[in-house]
């Protein structure tokens, strides 16, 4: 079935880095765009990153500019996210999301179950 | 950015009760707003894209209506598994942003 395991997160000081990873199955990843969202504890969700299904078309939120690089790899059915410079506001679980821009509207259609990142000394 | 505002934050209703979220939008996003629900713990799912329209699987007693900057999520008879919290989201454009949540309590 359609699927997306995320992995990767962790506890890391702030200032440090971490690779968050995620392995999609059930379709083909290159027809798809893909995003990362996060939600910090007991709030609300936040963007972070879309990419296109070729790789050659990344948005990023001002809120990790510079400091996060979204990538992917369509051989390996996997979606990356580099972040570095982490900071405590950066604490939040991570989901790799679909992003279903072909149908009527543009909608993150399949959600991974999401990987923890904790920034703190 | 697009500000996305729902409300209310939180409601309480009973099994077999209707309610209705109301979402608005900063400026207009035509026909770009989806909604999502979430239980504890628990990755969002999509419930409606692109206003009304019902994602695969979503029961029949959920509805989305609305135009321009106002939105509703409708739930037509409560049932135990629709106690989470639901989320809008505008995908007119970049950065797609989504309403502060409505937790929805028995």
């Known amino acids: 079935q359609v699927q997306l395991v995320d992995s990767g997160g962790g506890l890391v000081k702030p200032g440090g880095s971490l690779r968050l990873s995620c392995a999609a199955s059930?379709?083909?990843?290159?027809?798809?765009?893909m995003a990362w969202i996060r939600q910090a504890p007991g709030k609300g969700l936040e963007w972070i990153s879309d990419?296109?299904?070729?790789?050659?078309?990344?948005y990023y939120a001002d809120s990790v500019k510079g400091r996060f690089t979204i990538s992917r790899d369509n051989a390996k059915n996997s979606l990356y996210l580099q972040m570095s410079s982490l900071r405590a506001e950066d604490t939040a679980v991570y989901y790799c999301?679909?992003?279903?821009?072909?149908?009527?509207?543009?909608?993150?259609?399949?959600w991974g179950q999401g990987t923890k990142v904790t920034v703190s000394s | 950015d697009i500000q996305m505002t729902q409300s209310p934050s939180s409601l309480s209703a009973d099994v077999g009760d209707g309610v209705t979220i109301t979402c608005r939008a900063s400026?207009?996003?035509?026909?770009?707003l989806n909604w999502y629900q979430q239980k504890p713990g628990k990755a969002p799912r999509l419930l409606i894209y692109?206003?009304?329209n019902l994602e695969s699987g979503v029961p029949s007693r959920f509805s989305g209506s609305g135009s321009g900057t106002d939105f509703t999520l409708t739930i037509s008879s409560l049932q135990p598994e629709d106690f989470a919290a639901y989320y809008c989201?505008?995908?007119?454009?970049?950065?797609?942003?989504f309403g502060g949540g409505t937790r929805l309590d028995i």
């Open positions: 999301v679909r992003d279903q821009v072909a149908r009527d509207g543009d909608s993150f259609d399949i």
């Open positions: 059930g379709f083909t990843l290159s027809d798809f765009y």
């Open positions: 990419i296109s299904g070729s790789g050659a078309t990344i």
């Open positions: 400026q207009s996003i035509s026909r770009y």
């Open positions: 692109a206003i009304g």
């Open positions: 989201q505008q995908s007119y454009s970049i950065p797609p942003t």
